[in-house]
C-alpha cells in the first residue's frame, strides 16, 4: 500500500521523557500528513500495545515505531529484539530515537534489524527538523506494508 493513501498514519512513540513526548507530539502536528500518535513510557507497556495485552486489546497496529534505548522495564534493545522476531510486527519500521551514540547501542540496534537509527538533536529547532524528516521519508517517501 502507497503511503499517499494511508488516511491517518499510526505512530507508536516508546519514550519516558515527558519533555521529549511533547516535542514529538508537537512537531506531529506540524506534519503534512494526519497523524495519530500512541505513547509507550517503558518497554512492557511498549510490548502490551504490540502484542494488544491488557488495557491495549483493542488498539490499533502503528505504521511506524520510534522506540528510545533508554527505557524502563524492558530497554529499547529488548522491545526491538521482541518486535523483529514477530511474524505479524517484524515489518513495521522501528526508528531508533535516542540520545546514544554510544557505537555499541548503534551496531546492537542494527544487529537486531532496527530501520533507523536517529540521535536526537539536542536543539529543540533540529529536533522539530528531525521528527518532520523522519515523517517525510517514512511516512510520505516509503512505501510501507500494511
Partial sequence: MNNKQIQLAHILLVEDNEGDILLT???FEECKLKTEVSVAKNGKEALD???MRGEFTDVKKPDLILLDINIPIFNGHEVLRQ???DSNLMKIP????TTSSNQKDLNE???NH????VKKPLEIRE??????????FWLQLTTLTK
Fill in 83 to 85: 518486535i523483529k522476531t
Fill in 127 to 136: 529536533f522539530l527538523s528531525a521528527i518532520l524528516k523522519i515523517e517525510e
Fill in 25 to 27: 507530539l508537537d512537531a
Fill in 114 to 117: 532496527c530501520n533507523s537509527y
Fill in 94 to 97: 522501528v526508528i531508533m530515537l
Fill in 49 to 51: 500495545f504490540l502484542f
Fill in 109 to 111: 540496534a542494527y544487529g
